[in-house]
């Protein structure tokens, strides 16, 4: 069992930056960060390989977002800079399987966090 914890969401204004962290108990190998707007289905944000060697993006957040994770803390980040309104959403990490392909569908993960709000104001 994998439990998963974010933080580090908030406010901030068109233009800023905001790091997530995704803290897991349990054994971890692909990870991925997803996000929901409201009235908006969940999206594929960034991915993850459990050695960090391999990372996959959604176009909408390629070179703004950068993905990490540091196995000794078993914690995932998310940094993401020059934010816009329409990266507003509820970040929420995924645990999925070890394989070389980092999937970018929900089905693909087994354990979920619970999410944290970002909101970007114009």
């Known amino acids: 069992q994998v439990q998963l914890v974010e933080s580090g969401g908030g406010l901030v204004q068109t233009g800023g930056s905001l790091r997530l962290s995704c803290a897991a108990s349990?054994?971890?190998?692909?990870m991925g960060w997803f996000r929901q707007a409201p009235g908006k289905a969940r999206e594929f944000v960034a991915g993850?390989?459990?050695?960090?060697?391999?990372?996959y993006y959604a176009d909408s957040v390629k070179g703004r977002f950068t993905i990490s994770r540091d196995n000794v803390k078993n914690t995932v980040y998310l940094q993401m800079n020059s934010l816009k309104p329409e990266d507003t959403a509820v970040y929420a990490c995924?645990?999925?399987?070890?394989?070389?392909?980092?999937?970018?569908?929900?089905?693909?993960?087994?354990?979920w966090g619970r999410g944290t709000q970002v909101t970007v104001s114009s």
């Open positions: 349990g054994r971890t190998f692909n």
């Open positions: 993850i390989s459990w050695s960090g060697g391999s990372t």
């Open positions: 995924a645990a999925g399987k070890r394989g070389p392909r980092i999937g970018v569908n929900a089905y693909e993960y087994d354990y």
